[in-house]
């Protein structure tokens, strides 16, 4: 198949998602165009011949206050599939891909492509529902031929939110697990913790959603109790007061804002505790990746995560902003070894099923389904 794979190209979910598939679809054959304002950052090293890559060109007319990127992106789209006879236009994350999508295809007026939508999280649960994006996001999400989502929580919430009378299929995020695997690194286990103290992650991108400054909350308890050291992944708009909070608590020597990397496996490898205080979370693919690194979670119950994580058995589930409950698992894990190594053992076995290899056949059989037409409406 000919695919164009659009997604934002930064360090999001969404966007490793899109390039993790897009570069797993290649290696079993298909040509893939990613669509996008940059390279997506997954796809750096990762050069075949049947990848390819289109910038989105973006003018900067004086007239123009705002980009307008939604046109210039439905544009490329035009042009791309002029010329490499697309099957498929998979747009992750709704805002504004599926609307460029929609857009191109009326331009080529081509009933072949098919426009494929992936919903992600926040285009559904935050910006989708505001009201200048909510009748144009139901009605791109509408229009497209096929839709998925990454969990059960976010389908009902787009059928209800929307009020959107139309079959999702729910395909979960994946993790490549013989990559994402906990490998012994003694040097950095050491530069880290270099009086044995017990390390505590978290990854994201340090928006208020992500409550970070929960997880610096919880880490000064927990040192309270435990010798440990936090390491935070990722950088955005709470970073700068995180830094402030774990000044004032007086912690922050014991605590590394190491900002966006671009590789983290060596890190989840001498990890022993993932910490994920979401208010909301579709899947949460970042916990995923601890979690094939054997690295159990202590995370929120909202929306999707509790279909990925076994409170009791690959971490423990509190509700959002319980931090004293979130500290107290958090000191019991790690003041037992052998019962956080029962968790990280239960944390890979419940990755495996979230394997590259099962999720992508999942996504191939539904290209399949909307290229045959298969009726998709409710
Ligand atoms: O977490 C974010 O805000 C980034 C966002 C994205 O689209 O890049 O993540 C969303 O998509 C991920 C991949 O499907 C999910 O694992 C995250 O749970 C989801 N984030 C939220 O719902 C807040």
Do not use: W
């Given at each position: 198949m000919n695919i164009g794979i659009t997604c934002y190209p930064t360090y999001g979910g969404s966007g490793v998602v899109a390039t993790e598939l897009g570069k797993a679809l290649a290696d079993k054959g298909h040509s893939i165009h990613f669509i996008s304002y940059?390279?997506?950052?997954?796809?750096?090293?990762?050069?075949?011949?049947n990848i390819m890559y289109h910038e989105v060109e973006m003018s900067n007319y004086p007239?123009?206050?705002?980009?307008?990127y939604t046109l210039a992106l439905a544009s490329k789209m035009v042009e791309v599939a002029s010329y490499e006879a697309i099957d498929i236009f998979h747009c992750h994350y709704a805002i504004p891909h599926a609307t460029s999508a929609y857009l191109a295809k009326q331009i080529l007026n081509d009933t072949r492509a098919k426009i494929i939508t992936t919903l992600h999280g926040t285009d559904i649960t935050?910006?989708?529902?505001?009201p200048s994006f909510l009748p144009v996001m139901k009605f791109s999400i509408e229009q497209s031929d096929g839709v998925t989502a990454v969990s059960r929580f976010l389908k009902e919430k787009t059928l209800t939110n929307y009020a959107i009378h139309k079959e999702i299929e729910v395909i979960p995020n994946f993790v490549d697990t013989n990559k994402y695997r906990r490998t012994a690194n003694a040097e950095l286990l050491s530069a880290c913790a270099p009086h044995g103290e017990k390390l505590l992650v978290h990854t994201s991108n340090f928006r208020p959603v992500k409550r970070v400054a929960d997880v610096i909350h919880i880490f000064h308890e927990v040192r309270k109790k435990v010798p440990a050291r936090l390491m935070l992944i990722g950088d955005g708009p709470d970073r700068s007061h995180c830094e402030m909070l774990a000044r004032d608590l007086g912690i922050a020597e014991h605590v590394?804002?190491?900002?966006?990397?671009?590789?983290i496996i060596n890190i989840l490898s001498i990890s022993d505790l993932f910490l994920m205080p979401s208010q909301?979370?579709?899947?949460?693919l970042s916990a995923l990746e601890a979690m094939a690194c054997e690295v159990p979670v202590i995370s929120t119950s909202v929306g999707g995560l509790h279909e990925l994580q076994l409170h009791g058995q690959t971490g423990y589930i509190a509700e959002i902003g319980d931090i004293d409950r979130m500290a107290r698992y958090a000191v019991e894990l790690l003041s037992n070894p052998s019962r956080h190594r029962t968790f990280a053992q239960a944390a890979r076995t419940r990755a495996l099923e979230f394997e590259l290899s099962r999720i992508v056949g999942q996504y191939e059989q539904y290209y399949q389904k909307i290229l045959s037409g298969a009726e998709v409406s409710a």
């Amino acid at each position: 198949m000919n695919i164009g794979i659009t997604c934002y190209p930064t360090y999001g979910g969404s966007g490793v998602v899109a390039t993790e598939l897009g570069k797993a679809l290649a290696d079993k054959g298909h040509s893939i165009h990613f669509i996008s304002y940059a390279m997506p950052m997954r796809l750096g090293d990762a050069f075949r011949e049947n990848i390819m890559y289109h910038e989105v060109e973006m003018s900067n007319y004086p007239v123009f206050d705002f980009p307008l990127y939604t046109l210039a992106l439905a544009s490329k789209m035009v042009e791309v599939a002029s010329y490499e006879a697309i099957d498929i236009f998979h747009c992750h994350y709704a805002i504004p891909h599926a609307t460029s999508a929609y857009l191109a295809k009326q331009i080529l007026n081509d009933t072949r492509a098919k426009i494929i939508t992936t919903l992600h999280g926040t285009d559904i649960t935050l910006v989708g529902l505001e009201p200048s994006f909510l009748p144009v996001m139901k009605f791109s999400i509408e229009q497209s031929d096929g839709v998925t989502a990454v969990s059960r929580f976010l389908k009902e919430k787009t059928l209800t939110n929307y009020a959107i009378h139309k079959e999702i299929e729910v395909i979960p995020n994946f993790v490549d697990t013989n990559k994402y695997r906990r490998t012994a690194n003694a040097e950095l286990l050491s530069a880290c913790a270099p009086h044995g103290e017990k390390l505590l992650v978290h990854t994201s991108n340090f928006r208020p959603v992500k409550r970070v400054a929960d997880v610096i909350h919880i880490f000064h308890e927990v040192r309270k109790k435990v010798p440990a050291r936090l390491m935070l992944i990722g950088d955005g708009p709470d970073r700068s007061h995180c830094e402030m909070l774990a000044r004032d608590l007086g912690i922050a020597e014991h605590v590394k804002f190491l900002g966006k990397q671009a590789e983290i496996i060596n890190i989840l490898s001498i990890s022993d505790l993932f910490l994920m205080p979401s208010q909301s979370e579709s899947f949460g693919l970042s916990a995923l990746e601890a979690m094939a690194c054997e690295v159990p979670v202590i995370s929120t119950s909202v929306g999707g995560l509790h279909e990925l994580q076994l409170h009791g058995q690959t971490g423990y589930i509190a509700e959002i902003g319980d931090i004293d409950r979130m500290a107290r698992y958090a000191v019991e894990l790690l003041s037992n070894p052998s019962r956080h190594r029962t968790f990280a053992q239960a944390a890979r076995t419940r990755a495996l099923e979230f394997e590259l290899s099962r999720i992508v056949g999942q996504y191939e059989q539904y290209y399949q389904k909307i290229l045959s037409g298969a009726e998709v409406s409710a």
